[in-house]
């Protein structure tokens, strides 16, 4: 049960559109559910015995406005209260009692017209659908006193979720006040008219976060939207420093043909310049170099190394996400929304619609009334900074696998922040990062399956006696974290080719199995194996995308043989017994 308040000054011009035939929404049957006193005359229904609906609806707007004109200049300019009310489309409808109901607990609850107060402000309730109604209230008392209506929207909006909860009806998740300013019905209309897939605000909403993740500079901020096609304008004080700033899309207008112009604050309360300043005071290490954030093998893209170099920031974010210092979570929360970002317009094609979707979902997540203004965001902000930098994945070979191997821990991200959120009870941000969570999965599954059926493949051909090794290894060390190996459909193939792979490469498999596991818990890995499988990769630099050959970093040096840290004084398989993309032609050289 959604309620939007609205002010205004025209009692009979409202009075006039809510019985009228409706400039969008058909309005059927048009009539009084409630009143302020049960007798108010009904221009729906007149069973006078010779109706005049025009006349009736005069006297019912006199009949509204009697103590504003009593009030004269004491009365408010915008003395009209407008609050509709809608139901979900799936719950039941409510009868014209039930909406009397819902109009006489919000009056109330707002201060217009207390149970009991002869002295209430005057209202009416209008039903002219099946799923919603308008409440029309003028705000003078009977003894020409204004009410108190502090807080009104937050009000209205407890008193439906009270309402939602008594009457079985869908529960929709309590505001903070934190959240984005919806577009408006006038600017949806106009977006639908047009052909526009949403309202500008939300394509500028979602414009202005890709060009503030990872940037480093208010300068480059502004240019990065100039470079996206917006038209940018910037509100200089009279001392000339700027003190915040407009975009508009291009050909987005009004009816005098000027541009529509939206200041950042409108689009999302984080978007304001001084809050953006704010989250550019944490600058970026080495902006102008992608350095650390896209280190790693010379012969993988720089896409590739900026996803593995990510990951790692990612996993470091998740672990905060669990710690007690909230100031800290708050800051990785804002993070992990510019990394998003970041992924999201860098995406292979064929996850670029389920990441986009996750990051529009957690935009959401990274607010709320715990404020995060001492911690240090610089790492997250910097592995965001190089995946634009690095540019788009290709979708294949090794920037399709790290592409899976960075969502894969974007989902356990997500998982956590819904858990902080939940704790602290800001429901609507624990929804929306269940909701990222969802699409992640999504895009991970579209990601993995090529890499990871490879793996399988490789898993399924290991030598008998060493598939039995490794997969002894994986029942031995999963059960000592309450796990199973085979906790989904997928078997351990994957996971046994990579311990396998990481031997081979000189690691230990059963420490390098069980640093990955100690990372950070895993009971909320839709897969266990592959999440796994993907954090030795990363560990142990092994290609994310296993049927990729990996050139050698010096032409002619000869592979690494493997040290004495293997395990079970066995000797390795022959390059022969092994699947090819575990060869020493094709493993990455020895760290």
Known sequence: MVPKIRRGSRTHGLLVYLYGPGKRDEHIDAHLVGSWDG???????????????????????????????????????????????????????????????VARRLVHTVNLAPDGDPDGCRWVAVRHADDHIHIVATMVRGDLRRPRMNYDFKKAQAECRRIEKEWGLRQLKPGDGTGAKAPTSAERFKAERTGRPEAPRETLREAVRHALAGAATEEEFFTRL?????????????????????VALPGDRNRDRKPIWFPGSKLAPDLSLPKIRLRLANSIADPTKLSAFTSGNPDWSPPARARRSATGTAERAAILLDSDDDDEAAAQLVGVGELLDAVAQTSPAATRAEVGAAARAFERATRSHVRAERADTRAIRSAARGIVQAGSALGRGEDGGTTA??????????????????????AQQAHASRQAAVHLRAAYHQAAATPMQALRDQGRALPEAERRIHEATIRAALPGQGLRADNSSTKTDALAATLAQAEEAGHDPKALLQQAIDMRELETAEDVNDVLVWRLRRLAQLPAH???????????TNQPKPSDNRTNNRTPPTAAARPAASTSRNRPPRR
Not at 226 to 246: F, M, Q, T
Not at 419 to 425: K, Q, T
Request: charged share 25%; glycine share 8%.
């Open 39 to 101: 007798f108010a005359p009904d221009p729906g229904r007149d069973t006078s015995p010779d109706p005049d609906p025009k006349a009736t609806l005069a006297r019912l707007a006199a009949a509204l406005d009697l103590r504003v004109k009593q009030a004269g200049e004491a009365a408010p300019a915008q003395h009209v209260w407008h609050c509709s009310v809608r139901t979900d489309p799936g719950d039941r409808p409510l009868t014209d009692a039930e909406w009397n109901t």
């Open 226 to 246: 100039r470079e996206a096609g917006l038209r940018v304008k910037i509100r200089n004080a009279p001392s000339g420093d700027a003190i915040g700033y407009n």
């Open 546 to 556: 296993p049927g990729e050959a990996t050139r050698r970093r010096q032409a002619g």
């Open 405 to 426: 191997m960075l969502v894969s821990t974007l989902v356990l991200v997500a998982l956590a922040a819904a858990r902080w959120h939940s704790a602290r009870g800001h």
